[in-house]
């Protein structure tokens, strides 16, 4: 293997193997680790012991922001740049705003919270050493893998791997940087 290894991969073969083993590997103390599941796993984020994504937060700021682009565009356009008086109604009205500010607020929030969950992803990834394990494709057809990285503060190669065993982790491999 390579002198500086990425980290250990176990293999779990159903639902409850991998979410107890989760559940040890979060009690150990470990912050530098994932699941790797064909499927969503209702209840490993808790297992895991993962906190509720900040993603509504970017789609909040992307519909204020989208909200106040509209409202405001209105208001320029109908009061500064071009006022025109019809039939006695004023130059501004947020009523007449209202569909162009609800589209943009939409249109706003959906950019947002694609570029705030590709932020926060890290994406594009356009290379992972988990990629190099051999049997990495069965983590999308029917098998479960639990990746603990070796910058994780408490990885030690021996510790690590008897956790994952005791865990229930078969075929436990280094994996290459």
């Given at each position: 293997?390579?002198?500086?290894?990425?980290?250990?991969?176990?293999?779990?073969?159903?639902?409850?193997?991998?979410?107890?083993?989760?559940?040890?590997?979060?009690?150990?103390?470990?912050?530098?680790?994932?699941?790797?599941?064909?499927?969503?796993?209702?209840?490993?984020?808790?297992?895991?012991?993962?906190?509720?994504?900040i993603v509504?937060?970017?789609?909040?700021?992307?519909?204020?922001?989208?909200?106040?682009?509209?409202?405001?565009?209105?208001?320029?356009?109908?009061?500064?740049?071009?006022?025109?008086?019809?039939?006695?109604?004023?130059?501004?009205?947020?009523m007449f705003?209202?569909?162009?500010?609800?589209?943009?607020?939409?249109?706003?929030?959906?950019?947002?919270?694609?570029?705030?969950?590709?932020?926060?992803?890290?994406?594009?990834?356009?290379?992972?050493?988990?990629?190099?394990?051999?049997?990495?494709?069965?983590?999308?057809?029917?098998?479960?893998?639990?990746?603990?990285?070796?910058?994780?503060?408490?990885?030690?190669?021996?510790?690590?791997?008897?956790?994952?065993?005791?865990?229930?982790g078969k075929?436990?491999?280094?994996?290459?940087?």
């Amino acid at each position: 293997m390579a002198a500086q290894p990425h980290g250990l991969i176990a293999t779990f073969e159903t639902v409850p193997d991998v979410m107890h083993a989760a559940e040890k590997v979060r009690d150990a103390g470990y912050k530098s680790w994932d699941c790797i599941t064909p499927f969503p796993v209702h209840g490993l984020d808790k297992a895991m012991g993962l906190k509720r994504s900040i993603v509504p937060r970017f789609s909040l700021v992307g519909g204020l922001i989208g909200f106040t682009t509209g409202m405001s565009m209105i208001f320029f356009t109908g009061a500064v740049d071009y006022p025109l008086i019809v039939g006695g109604k004023p130059f501004f009205s947020p009523m007449f705003a209202f569909p162009v500010s609800y589209e943009l607020t939409i249109l706003f929030t959906a950019f947002a919270t694609i570029g705030g969950m590709f932020f926060l992803n890290r994406l594009p990834m356009h290379y992972h050493p988990v990629l190099k394990y051999d049997q990495i494709h069965r983590g999308m057809d029917d098998l479960f893998f639990i990746v603990i990285d070796a910058r994780d503060p408490k990885f030690n190669f021996a510790a690590t791997k008897a956790l994952l065993e005791k865990a229930g982790g078969k075929s436990i491999t280094e994996l290459e940087a």
